[in-house]
Nanobody, 123 residues
Framework: GVRLAESGGGSVQTGGSLRLVCTAS????????MAWFRQTPGKERDGVAT??????TRYAEAVKGRFTISRDNMNTLSLQMNNLKPEDTAVYYC??????????????????WGEGTQVAVSS
């Protein structure tokens, strides 16, 4: 299996920046892609950004131009978040998948998850 652990969350003011890091271990070479999702209380988990093994990235419309996903090496995934807004406040999760047909809009297509890290943006 694959184990994922997020770090880097915290509290910032509107317009600030944070960098989230996900450290992966285990059978990471079996995965097809990695991603960041986020969730607020009472809502479903939403995809933020994905990156395929060959480097192709995809972003949710709400974060395009502000967030950047990168794969620093096979075991480290990052999310650089700039110009943060209060609506970015959420628990952010790192995810990986070995499933064909994965996509950013369906969290059921991701089979490995971290425990999450809180991001809070104040106005």
């Amino acid at each position: 299996g694959v184990r994922l652990a997020e770090s880097g969350g915290g509290s910032v003011q509107t317009g600030g920046s944070l960098r989230l890091v996900c450290t992966a271990s285990g059978s990471i070479d079996s995965t097809l892609a990695m991603a960041w999702f986020r969730q607020t209380p009472g809502k479903e988990r939403d995809g933020v950004a994905t990156i395929q093994n060959e480097g192709k990235t995809r972003y949710a419309e709400a974060v395009k131009g502000r967030f950047t996903i990168s794969r620093d090496n096979m075991n480290t995934l990052s999310l650089q978040m700039n110009n943060l807004k209060p609506e970015d406040t959420a628990v952010y999760y790192c995810a990986a998948t070995t499933l064909l047909g994965w996509n950013l809009t369906n969290d059921l297509t991701w089979n490995y998850w971290g425990e999450g890290t809180q991001v809070a943006v104040s106005s």
